[in-house]
Nanobody, 115 residues
Framework: QVQLVESGGGLVQAGGSLRLSCVAS????????VGWYRQAPGKQRELVAV???????NYADSVEGRFTISRDNTKNTVYLQMNSLKPEDTAVYYC?????????WGQGTQVTVSS
């Protein structure tokens, strides 16, 4: 069983920054894609950013240029650096890891951006 543990969420003012971390219980090399999703109250869960095993990244249009995803394979960790945060970025952020048809989720970390 794969475990993903997120950290780094919190309360920040608009324009501020946060860095989320997600530590996996096994090597990042074992996953095809790792990334971050978010879910705001009353809304569906949506993709924020993903990175493939080949280091290809993909971002939601709403965060492009403000957020950066990266992975440290030596620490089994994927990061999400979030800059220029906006109130609409408020959500629970979930780490996700996929290998072929298997998908794993973390428990989520709350990010709240005040105006």
């Amino acid at each position: 069983q794969v475990q993903l543990v997120e950290s780094g969420g919190g309360l920040v003012q608009a324009g501020g920054s946060l860095r989320l971390s997600c530590v996996a219980s096994r090597s990042m090399f074992s996953f095809n894609v790792v990334g971050w999703y978010r879910q705001a109250p009353g809304k569906q869960r949506e993709l924020v950013a993903v990175v493939t095993s080949g280091e290809t990244t993909n971002y939601a249009d709403s965060v492009e240029g403000r957020f950066t995803i990266s992975r440290d394979n030596t620490k089994n960790t994927v990061y999400l650096q979030m800059n220029s945060l906006k109130p609409e970025d408020t959500a629970v952020y979930y780490c996700n890891a996929r290998k072929y048809t298997s998908a794993y989720w973390g428990q989520g970390t709350q990010v709240t951006v005040s105006s």
